[in-house]
């Protein structure tokens, strides 16, 4: 763990950067945790699930995706061994009703412990948290005898650096299609109309198809343009699952991130699955680090 005087001034360094109005202006970085992405296993396959999005995670990557829950579905996320003390973790529930799918989901990121000083450095405050959260309430409907689906997102945002609390709201829409029984194509909008304070959240278009060539296969590849900005960022991703006696599988998984490697696996008994990714960061002085989720359909 680092000692709070150094966490100090990295997370100085960053809140300087990202606070300025030239950077929100120009980079369009404001509020990244909203495109870090959710589930071990979406992570571990390069974050190539627009069109893979089937059950409570599908609340984040692309809300037409809950139309696929049967009945509910349960998702939970875990980031372990963060670098700076950060905190990244993730929740999310979908039910599948006679007029649609409901799902609520809840992202949470932040640094404790920041070390805090007045003019000068020896005027120590104590220690404050930069802590950010971000609910969604998600709707899906799927077209009766057709396999296109339709769902959308309305988030509530919530930005705490010390003295400093703001909300803001914005929304996400997204297509899912079933174009045969081995491919799927989906498409999310986010952040439409995303502010906190007078910030624009970038808003970004990710869409993506979901390859099933033969039984146990899946290879995803997405594409994401954040609007702004003259860059593209592309996911691809695979996973192999395998049956080793009755109701018990075991998976691997790996991925390339916008040019980031993942690596992951999981384990299914029934319908209860833990899995488990090996993720690396695009800012290399971020590392890498781990996620483990938890995932139950009833």
Known sequence: MLNKTTKFLVVFCLLSVMCSTGAWADDNHLLPMLRMGVDARALAMGGAYVAEASDASAGYWNPAGLADIEMASLTAMYSADMSFDRSYNYFAFGYTFDFGTIGISWLNAGIKDILKFGDSP????????DMNNVFLLSYAYKYPDKEFAVGGSFK??????????KTGVGGDVGFKFRATDNAA?????????????????????QAGVAIYPMEGFSFPVDVTKTFRRGDMAYHMGGEYMYEFCPDYWAKVRAGVNDGRFAIGTGFQFSKVMIDYGYVVEKQQFMNENHKISLSVEF
């Open 122 to 129: 020896d005027d120590y405050q104590g220690t404050f948290k």
């Open 156 to 165: 509530i945002v919530n930005q705490k650096i010390d003295d400093y609390n």
């Open 185 to 205: 194509v989906g498409v999310i909008v986010r952040d439409l109309g995303t502010q906190v304070d007078g910030w624009t959240v970038p808003a970004s278009i």
